[in-house]
């Protein structure tokens, strides 16, 4: 039962008196800003701002009843029948209240309710057609803005934000219940679509006018929960210490032929799929290989998966993408160039810069062969010690990657070779998520990170239908 609900003697609120109302409010609405209009132009100091705050705030009430008089006539058209078995309902009653915050303030509005013999509960088909949850008393619309804001920023900001730039009160407590609420939801939308994915692969044309590459990008990066809260000093007297990073696997992939250069240079890709989870590396595969299938994996002539080195990318590729190329990240490999120029010179920048320039324009312009070779000939003379060791182990490194270092041949073909386009989008997260927040749990963080990838994927319209027609920003 609603906590919300309370029968209401038969007051007699009929259409016609609403929509009087709701003609003669406008009437009136429509003079007092004739009157303001006639004021901001007399008035000296103030701007456009000044009259659009006023239409904004005068205009709300008449949008509140509108909005109710919307609610009330829907919920009383609705059958009484079960929303979720589709039988009559029994024991019927009507004009059962319940209040809620929509877009333009709050709303009550009276609805039918009756017990589902089937499903042993009672029902109020009206809510589900307004699209009202159970136990949460905000309009659609309202559960959007709590989830993209929380998405965004600190609720305790989002809460301010939301409350300056639409007038909707919902304190920031409210707030991140509402969008937990939400992020849950589209956890489950997520698994559903996922589903889908990985069921339509199966039927899938495989003819394709212009063959095209895919690529997948992986990195990961680090979150910190409030895991064990108030166990620390217990934690500690057992000689352990509290786990509280941890990390948050993340991808990206796209099109080759959806990659190209802004007019200064830059590579811009114009759709692309991202993938960011706390579900360990068993959600980023299975989340992953969803998304590439929707970006087009099934019709593509091929795959190339870019990391950092990391071990875990490689699994994952061999596990998930068997027949895609490997490449390792360019600078990350130049970092290990530098680590044997340092091992060689020490910290001696002008002797260091002088020997890495001709490698590394090697390393991208010819080969990875010739690379290693000249590193191997640098081990062979050198005496021993630490420095051969450092330098043993940076020859290891290469060695290990050096089907993956096919750089000239990558740009060759106009590929990426480094896995920029993933390490921005993970600086763009972390920016969101390494604040303080209310959000730092394992399900919490993955609630919150399922509506941010929504978002990017331009995939929101999923969650909230009423924005079907909506133009995600670009990323
Ligand atoms: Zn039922």
Redesign the pocket.
Known sequence: MNATCSSRQGTGRTEAVVAESLVVRAARLAEALEQEVRTFVMAGDQTLGDIELEIEQQSRELLRTAAEKAAQTKADRTPPV?P??Q?PLSQVSTDHRRSFECKFGTITIGRGRGY?K??R?W?FPADTVLGLEDSAGYSPRVQEMAALLASKMPVGEASAVLEHLTGVQLPPATLDREARRQGKRAQQVRRQADEQACQAKAVQSELVLEPYQMIIQLDAWNIRERDQWGQTGQLRRKGQEPQRWHWVYTGTCFRLDQRGKTAGGRPLISQRGFVATREGMDGLREQLYAEALRRGLGQAAGVLVIGDGALWIWRLADDRFKEARQRLDFYHAVQHLAAVGRALYGEDPAKLQSWLRPLVQQLKNQSAVQVVEKLEDILAHLPGGATAQAVQKEVDYFHEHQDRMDYRAGRRRGEPIGSGAVESTCRQNQCRFKRPGQFWSRAGDEALLCLETFWRNGRWHLLFPHHRRFDPSKN
């Open positions: 079960c979720v078995c039988k589902c089937r499903c509960k029902r």
